[in-house]
């Protein structure tokens, strides 16, 4: 019987010990779920905007740096640096960024994409001119240094439309290409087709695509931001207009077909892809 009250006595004791381990496991997740939440608030605050605006000035900078960068290398070194190459390597940089930066900002890193989430109603447009803005700084400044590093002008990374085109031409070039842009974008980022990170493959894949037959006459710009930095940094802004205009045009006509393929905005998760997912604000839906 004592041998017994012994065995009781330590059951009793290990089931003790086994509750106050799970409670202090509790209290662990406790804490851990109150410092998310934390984060969480901490993200919608406005006064932490500058994350966001940083996210998209040091994303456009790289892109800049990458797209303006093969041009002008190309220049330095003739032979080393192909077209392809070119065209491709931007479609990589902003896959690379969407997939470690994306959740911040939303990884516009292109006016004509802020303007396309606001005018679609994914993002506020009180937000839009401060990410503008960072896109032409990050823009110039990479230029800027490709120069100094180079030593060749900014305009060999620049886009202009080709000899024998009209800047006409050049202007429904990049229309159409961002039209198309704006759309696997828009796409990726909408509803029951929102495939998150994977998005990046997607937006990566077409960039490159884009560059492949479409910069011969226009140089496949699509973003008003990647055109400004080397004409900036070179002085030259010939036939400027085509690559505001015609990018903007674009993602109008893009807005209008995500309209009639799904339907006004993107909802919580358009929102969510368009201002850093998880820890931005995002617009509210219909209640049916």
């Excluded at 640096?81 to 990589?92: K, N």
């Excluded at 495939?195 to 990046?200: D, E, P």
């Excluded at 884009?210 to 710009?221: E, F, M, Q, R, V």
Aim: glycine content about 14%; proline content about 4%.
């Amino acid at each position: 019987m004592a041998e017994n009250q012994g065995k009781d006595g330590i059951g009793r004791a290990g089931a003790r010990q086994d509750e106050a381990h799970n409670h202090n496991l509790a209290s662990e997740l406790g804490v851990v779920e109150q410092n998310i939440l934390l984060r969480i608030q901490d993200f919608n605050d406005p006064r932490q905007e500058w994350r966001r605006l940083f996210s998209e000035f040091y994303g456009t900078f790289l892109l800049v740096i990458v797209a303006a960068g093969g041009g002008m290398m190309s220049q330095a070194f003739p032979g080393v640096i192909s077209r392809t190459a070119a065209v491709v390597a931007p479609g990589l940089m902003v896959m690379g960024i969407i997939l470690f930066m994306g959740k911040i900002s939303g990884a516009h890193l292109n006016p004509a994409v802020s303007f396309a989430f606001a005018l679609r109603g994914d993002f506020p447009w009180r937000r839009v001119p401060g990410y503008i803005v960072v896109q032409l700084i990050g823009a110039t400044l990479a230029c800027l240094l490709l120069q100094a590093v180079i030593g060749v002008s900014a305009t060999y990374g620049s886009n202009y439309p080709a000899g024998g085109y009209s800047a006409g031409a050049a202007f429904w070039m990049e229309t159409l290409l961002t039209l198309v842009l704006v759309s696997v974008i828009l796409g990726t980022a909408s509803g029951a087709q929102n495939i998150g990170l994977l998005g990046a493959f997607a937006v990566g894949a077409y960039i490159a695509v884009a560059g492949l037959w479409g910069s011969p006459i226009s140089g496949t710009s699509m973003n008003p931001a990647r055109t400004f930095g080397p004409d900036l940094a070179s002085g030259n802004f010939a036939d400027y207009w085509v690559y505001v205009a015609g990018p903007l045009a674009g993602a109008a006509a893009a807005v209008g077909i995500a309209f009639i393929l799904r339907g006004a905005g993107g909802g919580k998760s358009g929102s969510g892809a368009a201002q850093g997912a998880l820890f931005t604000e995002t617009a509210k839906e219909e209640k049916p």
